[in-house]
């Protein structure tokens, strides 16, 4: 049996959430339904919400990989990676 459901959103919000399902190919209709359907799948958010603190560490976390793919070593075995943690690399 199927309900209707009624939200308030500010209305620049719905345009931008409107034109980010239409991209993928979805009417905003689906989009809810699918963001519904994983929390009740999953008991949960379907994503991590973000704040001003987590989105600062991602930066820093983003920072950090680049520097580790730019300069760090990489191993083809963690057998080599001991040796060089024993060696003192």
């Known amino acids: 049996m199927?309900?209707?459901?009624?939200?308030?959103?500010d209305s620049?919000?719905?345009?931008?959430?409107?034109?980010?399902?239409?991209?993928?190919?979805?009417?905003?209709?689906?989009?809810?339904?699918?963001?519904l359907n994983q929390v009740a799948i999953n008991q949960c958010m379907p994503f991590v919400p973000?704040?001003?603190?987590?989105?600062?560490?991602?930066?820093?976390?983003?920072?950090?990989?680049?520097?580790v793919m730019k300069h760090g070593k990489g191993y083809m075995s963690t057998k080599e990676m001991f040796d060089d943690i024993e060696a003192g690399k």
Request: proline share 0%.
């Open 50 to 67: 973000s704040t001003k603190k987590t989105i600062a560490i991602r930066k820093k976390w983003d920072k950090e990989f680049d520097w």
């Open 2 to 9: 199927n309900t209707t459901m009624q939200i308030r959103i």
């Open 12 to 35: 620049l919000m719905k345009n931008k959430a409107q034109k980010a399902f239409k991209s993928m190919g979805i009417d905003m209709s689906s989009g809810v339904k699918m963001f």
